[in-house]
């Protein structure tokens, strides 16, 4: 069954602090893995979309970075902000015509002053 | 910078009732998608059209939801009656025409639904 798993659920740290949420998938065929922010009570925002060949990407703050042999990924942020607070959702899309979505449960980041 | 457009943004309602929500996609997007959101959830895609007609709809309770998209450009989703579980975010998205490997969708602000 395809799936994806976040890690960890939720996530408290200190403003300026890095850190780093990761991401497992089971999705095949697999066509590309996504990095979405959701503030409370917004629509996910895109961060980041990585195929099989890249290995990282990034976007400001933001770096993503992608194992496509074990199907790993993470999310690094750097110097974090408090309006980092959000939840990160991986997103990985199953190739294909329709290139359906397959969502993780999203990490809950907090940063505190 | 183009958005998807959602309406209302909240919505209170009591069991039993008729609810609808509006979608207005980016112009151009002929894929349109309605999810639903439970809170702490991962959003689940309800229904996916191509222009005017629909694409999957698999995972749409089709007893009491209904969706459509009757001149491919804006669409409706609708449920009657409205079930305490139906309680969520039902977030609209769309994509444009680009390659499938970067088929980005972009999420609207989202209807969140209450049902009492």
């Known amino acids: 069954k395809n799936q994806v798993e976040q890690s960890p659920q939720s996530l408290i740290i200190l403003e300026g602090k890095n850190c780093t949420l990761q991401?497992?998938?089971?999705?095949?065929?697999?066509?590309?893995l996504r990095w979405y922010k959701q503030d409370t009570g917004r629509g996910p925002v895109s961060l980041t979309i990585?195929?099989?060949?890249?290995n990282t990407k990034s976007n400001g703050r933001y770096t993503a970075t992608l194992d496509a042999d074990t199907k790993q990924s993470s999310l690094h942020i750097t110097a974090s902000q408090l309006s980092d607070s959000a939840s990160y959702i991986c997103?990985?899309?199953?190739?294909?015509?329709?290139?359906?979505?397959?969502f993780g449960k999203g990490t809950k980041l907090s940063v505190k002053p | 910078e183009a958005e998807v457009a959602q309406s209302p943004r909240y919505k209170i309602t009591e069991k039993s009732q008729a609810v609808a929500f509006w979608c207005d996609p980016i112009?151009?997007?002929?894929?349109l998608y309605w999810y639903r959101q439970i809170l702490g959830q991962g959003p689940e895609l309800l229904v996916q059209?191509?222009?005017?007609?629909?694409?999957?709809d698999s995972q749409l309770p089709k007893d009491r939801f209904s969706a459509e998209r009757l001149k491919g450009v804006d669409s409706t989703l609708k449920i009657q009656p409205a079930e305490l579980g139906d309680s969520a975010m039902y977030l609209c998205?769309?994509?444009?025409?680009?390659?499938?490997?970067?088929?980005?969708?972009?999420f609207g602000p989202g209807t969140r639904l209450t049902v009492l």
């Open positions: 998205a769309s994509s444009g025409t680009g390659t499938l490997t970067y088929n980005e969708q972009f």
């Open positions: 991401c497992n998938y089971t999705v095949s065929p697999f066509s590309n």
């Open positions: 990585m195929t099989f060949s890249e």
């Open positions: 997103v990985v899309s199953e190739r294909g015509s329709q290139g359906n979505l397959i």
């Open positions: 112009s151009g997007h002929a894929t």
């Open positions: 059209f191509q222009d005017e007609s629909v694409v999957d």
